[in-house]
């Protein structure tokens, strides 16, 4: 059973490798973060600290807030593939057992999110910070290191979330236009009417691990627990969605 795991594994491995459309959108979360950190730092971001109510460690990882959507589209993208052109009832026939399968899956999904999620977010911070001058923050510094791992950590939630849900709705393109705008808009005009209970969204939680100050109920570590709670849910309903339905 062992070998049949491992062998699981390094099969969705090795489906991941090979589809240009996935892989791409892994290598995504990395250079369009790095990207979106050099264009950003170099023009205004000393210009932004000088502002009284800056947050520089927030603003340190300003580009995973682009990063983010990259890694939805890699969870999403890595098993919308499973439902296009009878693909997932090939797996079937290799790894009749969905749970392993489902399983198998969602770990090289979540292993490699999580790999490329910390070295993106480490780069970001330390990419930005070349360009900060007299206002650069360093690993030495209140909650950095904490912010440079929660970062990847996040990134990784929210692949495997996109995940989770693209196993419920079997449309990449679904989840994308579902979380992206949700991302990107509802979440903030949701903050703007409805205050504190933002703090519970996936997105707004999982940030907090980004923060410098906390004012609201969660703090950074909470925050991510409750984006962890939103991703197992998510997972949870994949699992569910996979066992019950036909090919």
Known sequence: MTLTKTAVVRSEWIKIKSLRAVSGS??????????????????????????????????????????????IGFGATAVST??????LRTSLAAVPSRGLLYTAKMAVIGGLALVVGLATSFATLVVGQTFMGEYAIGPGDPGVLR??????????????????????????????????????IVSFVIGDIAGGVAEYL???????????????????????AVTSGWTFAALLAGWWALRKRDA
């Open 147 to 184: 912010a440079a791992f929660g970062g990847g950590v996040y990134l990784a939630l929210m692949a495997l979330f996109a995940a989770g849900l693209t196993t419920v709705m079997r449309s990449a393109a679904a989840v994308l236009s579902l979380l992206i705008p949700f991302i990107l």
């Open 202 to 224: 996936p997105d707004r939680a999982g940030q907090l691990m980004l923060h410098g100050q906390h004012p609201g109920s969660l703090g950074p570590w909470t925050g991510l």
């Open 26 to 71: 892994l290598a995504a979360v990395f250079a369009v973060t790095l990207a979106v950190t050099v264009l950003v730092f170099a023009t205004v971001g000393q210009a932004e600290a000088r502002e009284a109510d800056s947050d520089p460690l927030f603003s340190a990882f300003y580009g995973l807030n682009f990063g983010q959507i990259a890694a």
């Open 82 to 87: 499973e439902f296009m052109n009878g693909a």
